[in-house]
């Protein structure tokens, strides 16, 4: 069989002429770049979302637009895409793939919901779209609970009379885009993809070959999804237990033997921290154990770690910072953004510290992604001005090393006697004015951290 006979060589060539098209639902960090990548391919892309600026956004040839550090790689005016906040225009528009990338979180938690709404209005638009030879495939990119599946997609398909593996191909292609930063991308990471049957595996393998250098097809779409929670509960557990090193043993420097213990060929570097924030990591253990349960004996790690990394910069605080901030009147929290250069805010440690600090007679946020109208709303403090705000204030709280932050010459704003936190030691190397206290997150010293770091520290065999 040559391989335009195939399902899945008849299903690349529709979308490639453009008779056949792929469709989006959700259209926001996840949808938006797969609309980016696969319409640079010259694949016609359609995207649902129910907010409208969202919609306009992409209309307009900007696809991340809460992407601040990446903005220039996805901008494209001329791509053949459109967007909608109405689903039934997708009816007329001959989509064979349908991409789902709806969130399936609410605050900490995983949640099906947004997944439960859009599966129905799908059902109508594959139902109501004839494909001439071709299957239509539904594809779960948002990270989801494998048994939602079963649960959710599967039993929805039934109910509006369309058969799985016969009139609709269902698989799961999760993601694991890194937004800050243009290292690891939809190009150059390696896809998992899976179907719920083999047919499924092979068109998605097709299919994603036209955007990743590397499809890695898992044994089906169970295996696809679980691996998207498992390598999050993997990174999870590790950073929790660099955590929990560090609050356990106060007495040693644990940045400094973790990155020690990088060195070794099979070590990650780990770096304690001011709490695992973020849309993916922090949920990986909740999707386990959801799966697992949450009573299983084997998972009791997972839990345990769960609970301590809830609240986690009020543990630090009351170990390590109290003693530091003490006589801090006025603290500027710097980055409200889990990650560095990115919109990000979700389950963001900043978010935790400036609960946990709101006792300061004057505690401001700042965040050069974010404007102050938007900071207040989301932390309930003022916005601080930036670089000027260093000067007046007695503690500083480094979450985040974005660029502006890490200008030449920033320290020289920062008065002696002045405290700083650094989350991950952006700071440690700044010649800081005689008097100002500055301590990095999973070292002994309050005073002063870096009196302790006399030579260079080791670089991770692993990864950075
Ligand atoms: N952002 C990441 O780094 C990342 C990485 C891997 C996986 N994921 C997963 O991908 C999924 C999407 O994440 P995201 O970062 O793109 O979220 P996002 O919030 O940036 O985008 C979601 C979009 O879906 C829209 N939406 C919400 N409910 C909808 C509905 N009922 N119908 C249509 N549109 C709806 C929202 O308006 C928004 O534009 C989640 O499951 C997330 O866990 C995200």
Redesign the pocket.
């Known amino acids: 069989m040559t391989e335009n006979e195939t399902l899945a060589g008849r299903t690349i060539e529709a979308l490639t002429s453009q008779s056949a098209a792929i469709g989006v639902?959700?259209?926001?960090?996840?949808?938006?770049s797969a609309m980016y990548h696969f319409s640079q391919r010259g694949i016609r892309c359609v995207g649902?979302?129910?907010?409208a600026s969202?919609v306009a956004e992409i209309q307009d040839g900007r696809f991340l637009s809460?992407d601040t550090a990446g903005i220039e790689r996805l901008l494209a005016t001329r791509a053949p895409v459109t967007a909608t906040t109405d689903w039934r225009d997708l009816k007329g528009q001959q989509i064979a793939v349908h991409l789902i990338?709806?969130?399936?979180?609410r605050g900490a938690e995983p949640s099906s919901a947004?997944l439960e709404?859009?599966m129905p209005l799908m059902c109508e638009v594959i139902r109501e779209t004839r494909l001439d030879g071709l299957i239509p495939v539904v594809v779960v990119?948002?990270?989801?609970q494998p048994t939602w599946l079963d649960t959710v997609v599967l039993p929805k398909l039934h109910a509006s009379g369309l058969r799985p593996g016969i009139d609709v191909l269902v698989g799961a292609a999760?993601?694991?885009?890194?937004?800050s930063g243009s290292k690891h991308t939809l190009e150059t990471l390696p896809r998992i993809v899976g179907g719920t049957t083999p047919e499924a595996t092979e068109l998605l393998a097709a299919f994603y070959s036209l955007v990743c250098g590397d499809v890695v097809p898992a044994r089906d779409a169970y295996h696809a999804a679980f691996t998207?929670v498992i390598e999050n509960l993997i990174r999870f557990q590790g950073l929790a237990l660099a955590n929990s090193l560090s609050l356990a043993f106060p007495q040693y420097d644990m940045t400094h033997v973790l990155r020690l213990a990088s060195t070794k060929w099979n070590i990650p570097l780990y770096h304690p921290s001011m709490g695992i924030g973020?849309?993916?990591i922090p949920?990986s253990p909740r999707y386990a154990l959801a799966e697992g349960g949450w009573d299983n004996t084997y998972l009791e790690p997972v839990r345990q770690a769960v609970e301590l990394n809830d609240g986690y910069f009020g543990k630090l605080y009351a170990q390590r910072l109290r003693v530091l901030f003490r006589d801090c009147r006025s603290i500027v929290v710097l980055g409200l953004a889990y990650t560095a250069d990115a919109k990000?805010h979700k389950l963001s440690p900043a978010l935790d510290a400036v609960e946990c600090l709101k006792d300061t007679p004057r505690l401001r946020v700042h965040d050069p992604y974010y404007t102050p109208e938007e900071v207040e709303d989301l932390t309930g403090v003022a916005s601080a001005s930036f670089p000027d705000c260093l000067e007046d204030v007695d503690g500083i709280v480094l979450v985040t090393a974005h660029a502006p932050y890490m200008e030449p010459g920033i320290e020289r704003h920062i008065q002696p006697g002045t405290v700083i936190v650094d989350n991950f030691g952006a700071w440690r190397d700044r010649p800081f004015a005689q008097g100002v206290r500055y301590h990095e997150v999973g070292r002994p010293g309050v005073e002063d951290s870096r009196s302790a770091v006399r030579w260079p520290e080791p670089s991770s065999v692993v990864t950075e």
Do not use: N, Q
Request: hydrophobic share 35%.
């Open positions: 639902w959700g259209c926001g960090h996840i949808g938006a649902y979302d129910i907010v969202r809460t990338a709806v969130p399936t979180e947004a709404d859009i990119e948002s990270t989801i999760p993601r694991r885009d890194w937004f998207k973020g849309h993916c949920l990000m």
